[in-house]
């Protein structure tokens, strides 16, 4: 095969989004936005009580309402076999109550009416006997001996626990102990979070009696899942389902998993033959839809006294709510979790999880993260800095010191890992000088000892595991997680890109245009990107957990070279060359030694349709499903550094340094947006963003008064930087970026505050580092004003 | 009841009930879905448009409030087929992802710009700190407020 010279026309611009002219017009399409004929509303009816034995269900005042059109119950779906449905995880959730409720805001009975507002208040004329049960709040409470079955419906469950997985190798881990001059140890919780895009869920569900055709359009990371789920769910004909995800504001995981709204319009059009809306509302979105973390973790790591790490031990307790519920690789039982070595060169580790249920929603969904990664990066950059302060060193340098280094990748880890490639100490050192590390360590003792401030530093580098994922470990309900791309170049030299993913703000129709831009020597904006609509796009597992670039990305380049080797033929026919001389140079086909005789792609496409050379079949169209031989392992170094207000505990970030290695960047101005997207989330998730319940199972945080998120005046300033080191495996050497930012800089922020502190031996705070949280820790330690 | 009021230069009415909420107005009997719910509580204010000018939150305003009144909403922000500065700014710094909070984004920046033509960071981060983004962590929407304060219309 001739050598090719090639050069990115397109890799690496920050091209402006192509989706960004209807947004900014107002003239996006979500959900909410499309109206059809005759179309019924729908609104449910949610639980008041975590946990309660439903007595009876009495819908005929409701029922009366004029404009009520029908009122579902659980008993009513039953008859249909309707009343539960399976998890992402393999476990049932109910669709509608029948026996008890398990969860405050669980799934009572809708209302299906002509009117909005008549269908809202219908609920209150829904009259419900509820007997109040114990309730379970913890997973420490729900696995105690005589606590409460909470799942007493399956018949194989006499206790609340889910699952036990370990990872790693216990005995040369328990050595590796033994032998260590010191542990160190950290009991941490990442508390219980929700992704909370600013869009809430819904659907609207339109069954044609006539053809028996089930269009529905529903806020869907994942619609080809989906559409199988609901085959499966409800009998329908696979064929005759068609999901469009239409444009979502937002997802971060939460759209991922089935809810039981989805499933109820869908019966309910399905019943009463005409279309049906669901738009959920906020306090029905945080209380009931996919929460994320909520893991209790203990850590400890064995050291020499030289500060060289020699094993890992984690123990891990999650709360899952009321069903097991995670979106994630059916083989993995806590996700990705046992990435918890990160960064780090360590011989031994052993990971040992449970999950527990309570009497909360279920979820566990990958909030802007790749299956329980921030967890484990959170733990362990949380106990690599306590371990510096045991030894009396600094923070970076035993990171650095630790660090697997870049001549041991493909590196595989103690819990099984093969970490494709990765450059740490360059962007850990890119970090500390574009901080000033040296100098600002410098202003911290300054200021402390000068003038009674507390400024504390923050270092973490983490390492993602995204992109999931080979088929021969990744499937969810069995479906393999590859994804798809299929190709379509036009007569005209324009192009169509048909993908299994479907962005939510990612900026897919821009980035994808590029890679085919950049394989095809076409403009990207000759490149239409469609995705979301499962009866126009390849089937695909959908986009979370940072994997359309890893995985849709790569089948884009995979189908456009194929694309290409075919178009190399056409333009040997059209040049009179042999195929063997004709060169492409990343914009046009020429002959080798003659590059005045050439032809664009566009040439090639037109011959397709129109002069085919004998022998080779017609038009310049093709399908990939790309099964990744590896996950990809992004990286990077973020330094914080805060200051702690003395008379009030409040903390604010003075700099946020973020250098990010996510392999090549396809559209450097879109990576940016991402990670300063990602910086937030963890700035919010170490400030103030939880979900809490009180002792009764109530939810605190269900509605964005409670629940709070950071608004542009708390948000911090981030100073971003890079360094690029591709991935082996993947065709443009891209890794994911979407998730990096969340997954790494909590522990930066967290590690900040305790560092504030750690000269009065303080060694952990626990997230959110809220005010009070400090002003207690300053108040021990006599630092309060 | 009936109620009439401008919405973006063009004279509407519209027979509500008193407890029609405006975002509804706008969305179901006007049939502009560029304004959007995200909160119901007053917090997000994706549904942001301008009442006589003023920012307000049309999730907990009554539409019989807005009768005989000045509505803007982002539909009324392209002039003569041409993008408002502010939407320019928007795309050209990438301050936006989703696109859900963008029109609320965009119509307290106007505001804002209205008021005070060459606002700080701070002005900015204040003026919209009632505005709840959860893509961008809002560094680009203040660039975008910058870059629409530097290329004003004509």
Sequence with gaps: MATETRQHQWLGKSVKRREDDRFVQGRGNYFDDIKLPNMLHMAILRSPFAHARINSIDVSRAQALPGVVAVVTGELLAEHKLAWMPTLSGDTQAVLATDKVRMQGQEVACVVAEDVYVAHDALELIDVDYEPLPVVTTPQQALEQGAPVIRDDKEDQADNRIYHWEAGDKDATDRAFAEADRVVRLSTHYPRSHPAPLECCGCIADVNSATGKATVYMTSQAPHVHRTVFALVAGLPEQNIQIISPDIGGGFGNKVPVYPGYVVATAASLLLGRPVKWVEDRTGNLISTGFARDFYMDGELALKDDGTMTGLRVKMLSDQGYAYADAQPSKLKAGLFHIVTGSYDLPAAHVVTDGAYTNKAPGGVAYRCSFRVTEASFLIERLVQAAAYELGVDPAELRRQNFIRTEQFPYRSATGFVYDSGDYERALDLALEQVGYTELREEQRRAREEEGRLIGIGVASFTEVVGAGPSKDYDILGLKMFDSAELRVHPTGKAILKLGVRSQGQGHETTFAQIVADELGIPPEDVLVQEGDTDNTPYGLGTYASRSTPTAGAATAVIARTLRAKARKIAAHLLEAAEEDVEWDGAKFAVRGAPEQAKTMQDVAFAAYTNMPEGLEHGLEGVHYYDPPNMTFPFGTYVVAVEIDRGTGQWKPLRVVAVDDCGVRINPMIVDGQIMGGLTEGFAKASMQCITFDEDGNCIGSNFMDYLIPTAWETPRFELHETVTPSPHHPIGAKGVGESATVGSPAAYVNAVVDALAHVGVRNLEMPVSPDRVWAALNESGLAE | ?154
């Design chain 2, 1 to 154: 009841m009936e109620i009439t009021l401008r919405v973006n230069g063009v004279e509407r009415s519209a027979d509500v009930e008193p407890r029609l909420l405006l975002v509804h107005l706008v969305r179901e009997k006007l049939g502009m879905t560029g304004t959007h719910v995200g909160c119901d509580t007053t917090s997000c204010g994706a549904c942001t448009v301008l009442l006589d000018g003023v920012p307000v939150k049309s999730c907990t305003v009554f539409a019989v409030q807005a009768n005989g009144r000045e509505l803007t909403t982002v539909e009324g922000l392209m002039q003569n087929g041409q993008l408002h500065s502010i939407q320019r700014g928007f795309k050209e710094e990438h301050g936006l992802q989703c696109g859900f909070c963008t029109p609320g984004m965009m119509l307290v920046s106007k505001a804002l710009l209205e008021e005070n033509p060459d606002p700080s960071e701070e002005d900015i981060r204040w003026a919209i700190s009632g505005n709840i983004c959860r893509c961008t962590g809002y560094q680009n929407i203040v660039k975008a407020v910058r870059w629409a304060a530097a290329h004003k219309e004509a």
